[in-house]
Structures are given as C-alpha cells and as structure tokens.
C-alpha cells in the first residue's frame, strides 16, 4: 500500500480499520452462530456484543458517512473527483438503510430476543451488510486515499482533519 501523507487521509485510514475490525467480530459471531440457531440474549457477554456491533455500525453511517459525504467528496469534486465521489456516495446510500435495519433489529433484540425468524432474517441482512461495507471500504482504501493524498491541499488538509477529528 501507498502511504497515506495527509492527516485526513490517516484519520480515515485508521477509521476503516476500527470498521473492518468490528465487521469481522460481526461474521465471525453469525457464522460461529449460523442461521438456525439464535443466540441467547439472556447471556450477558452476548448481550454486549450485539450492542457493540450496533453501536460501532451505527457510528460508521452516521459520523464516518457524515464526514465524508459532508466535508470531503465535496471537496474531491471540487478537485476534480465527482466521478469518484458520486459512486461512493451511491454505495452510501445502498448500506446505509441496510445498516440502519440492523441497528433496528439489534435493539430490538435486546428487548424481546431473537425468534428462530427474526435470527435467521438477521443473519441473512447481517452478512450482506457486512459483505457491501468490507467491499465499500477496500475501495476507498484505494481510490478515494490515493485521490485525498494527490489531490488535497495542506490547508484543506488541515481544516478536513479538524473537522473529522471533532465529528
Ligand atoms: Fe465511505
Ligand atoms: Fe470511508
């Protein structure tokens, strides 16, 4: 990989990392779990595993989705970048309402349990989830750092990062 020479650059970097990291303990749960088997919410540790997940995806299409639809593909347009940003942005905007569905259904859970149903339907969303986002992420980790590496200034740079920082 490129090396990442702007701080706005680092910051997402190190964001997308934290995602992939809390996607992996996702898969590695529903898959551990399988479909026809739902897990127990009366279990304290699980308990808190779900509301991580949905708390850590939650924050990534809010704050993470935010940062980037708000302050830095508008200034990759600007740049240049439209074709880019236009696309990721269209891939925001087919995770975020699936993403917005976990959480949902996560909470939800908390409160009532997991049918065999609800798990199963949660297991299938859950990992298509799981599969655009990893996707959505390796892509940026190309196109869009390598785009904020050439085509953001130091004093974009530095105001970007400051907005992201304080997100
Ligand atoms: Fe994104
Ligand atoms: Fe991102």
Not at 57 to 75: K, M, Q
Not at 137 to 142: A, F, G, L, R
Request: charged share 30%; proline share 3%.
């Amino acid at each position: 990989m490129f090396g990442i020479t702007s701080k706005t650059g680092q910051l997402l970097h190190q964001d997308h990392l934290n995602t992939i990291a809390t996607l992996q303990k996702m898969e590695e749960f529903l898959v551990k779990q399988t479909s026809k088997r739902p897990p127990d919410l009366a279990d304290e540790a699980l308990r808190r595993l779900i509301k991580d997940l949905a708390t850590g995806i939650d924050d990534e299409i809010t704050r993470h989705f935010g940062f980037e639809e708000g302050h830095l593909f508008p200034a990759l347009a600007e740049a240049g970048e439209s074709g880019m940003t236009d696309f990721l942005m269209s891939e925001h905007a087919t995770i975020r309402p699936i993403a917005q569905d976990i959480g949902r259904r996560s909470r939800e859970a908390l409160e009532k349990g997991f049918t065999p149903e609800s798990w199963a339907e949660y297991h299938t969303i859950g990992m298509e989830m799981i599969e655009r986002e990893v996707f959505h992420i390796q892509k940026e980790e190309m196109g869009l750092l390598a785009a904020v590496n050439a085509l953001i200034d130091a004093d974009t740079d530095a105001k970007l990062s400051m907005i992201f920082a304080g997100a």
